[in-house]
């Protein structure tokens, strides 16, 4: 599949009609071990349509997606996972509903609370049997979310390294950045709220 980023081979994971949804994943150049000394550059992403298909400028997602597909397309080789998780697994309905209160000056983890769901109703246990049945046993993975480390290697994925994915925090994305620096633990590198 030409994309902007790159020639790309996509691959279609079917979801079971209830609980797991569709899923595909952006492969590069997986089947050719020998050529690479070290493991693969892999993103698990989560379904953003707000961002990625709409540009919305209060989330970095939009950019981690091309961004990842950059990374990959120079590293020559790896593996985005798309799961369609939106708005952190609740769904675009709540998720619009969650950026109505976050309009009123609730933060995003509060306003998941809210509305009675978890801050995060995600699980990356899909993306890494994907990863498995690709051939993917470790992986240098584009992330700044260390639970998501946690939960790929409690899964049998071992991530050798954790290479950032930061998009420069602006006007609209700072406080969302922000609380996901200091609410849901993400690592940044703009150390210090209020100091992009
Ligand atoms: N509920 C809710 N979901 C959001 C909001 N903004 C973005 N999302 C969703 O958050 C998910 C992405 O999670 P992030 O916290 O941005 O990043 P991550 O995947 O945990 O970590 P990275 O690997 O560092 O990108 C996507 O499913 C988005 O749809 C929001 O304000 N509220
Ligand atoms: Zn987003």
Same mark, same amino acid.
């Given at each position: 599949? !030409?994309?902007?980023?790159?020639?790309?081979?996509? +691959?279609?994971?079917p979801g079971n009609g209830?609980?797991? /949804?569709?899923?595909?994943? +952006?492969? =590069?150049?997986?089947?050719?071990?020998?050529? @690479?000394?070290? !493991?693969? #550059? #892999?993103?698990?992403?989560?379904?953003? =349509?707000?961002?990625?298909?709409?540009?919305?400028?209060?989330?970095?997602?939009?950019?981690? =997606? *091309?961004?990842?597909?950059?990374?990959? $397309?120079?590293?020559?080789?790896? #593996?985005? #996972?798309?799961?369609?998780?939106?708005?952190r697994g609740i769904g =675009?309905?709540? $998720?619009?509903? &969650?950026?109505?209160?976050?309009?009123?000056?609730?933060?995003?983890?509060?306003?998941? +609370?809210? +509305?009675?769901? !978890?801050?995060? &109703?995600?699980?990356?246990?899909?993306?890494?049997?994907?990863?498995?049945?690709?051939?993917?046993?470790?992986?240098?993975l584009l992330t700044n979310?260390?639970?998501?480390?946690?939960?790929?290697? $409690?899964?049998?994925?071992?991530?050798?390294?954790?290479?950032?994915?930061?998009?420069? /925090?602006?006007?609209?994305?700072?406080?969302?950045? *922000?609380?996901? *620096?200091?609410?849901?633990?993400?690592?940044?590198? @703009?150390?210090?709220?209020?100091? !992009?």
């Amino acid at each position: 599949m !030409p994309l902007e980023a790159g020639e790309f081979h996509i +691959l279609g994971f079917p979801g079971n009609g209830t609980d797991e /949804p569709e899923a595909f994943a +952006l492969v =590069l150049n997986m089947d050719n071990h020998e050529e @690479f000394s070290e !493991p693969p #550059v #892999v993103r698990i992403h989560s379904e953003c =349509l707000t961002g990625e298909s709409l540009g919305s400028l209060r989330c970095d997602c939009g950019y981690q =997606l *091309q961004e990842a597909l950059r990374q990959i $397309k120079k590293e020559g080789r790896g #593996v985005l #996972v798309y799961l369609r998780q939106e708005g952190r697994g609740i769904g =675009l309905m709540n $998720k619009i509903k &969650a950026y109505e209160l976050q309009d009123r000056g609730v933060d995003t983890m509060d306003a998941n +609370l809210m +509305l009675g769901h !978890p801050a995060d &109703a995600r699980s990356f246990v899909r993306g890494a049997h994907i990863l498995h049945g690709l051939g993917v046993e470790r992986c240098r993975l584009l992330t700044n979310n260390p639970d998501k480390i946690h939960a790929l290697e $409690k899964a049998g994925i071992r991530v050798d390294a954790r290479l950032p994915i930061e998009k420069r /925090p602006d006007r609209y994305s700072l406080s969302y950045m *922000q609380t996901k *620096q200091t609410r849901f633990g993400h690592l940044y590198s @703009f150390a210090e709220p209020g100091n !992009p």
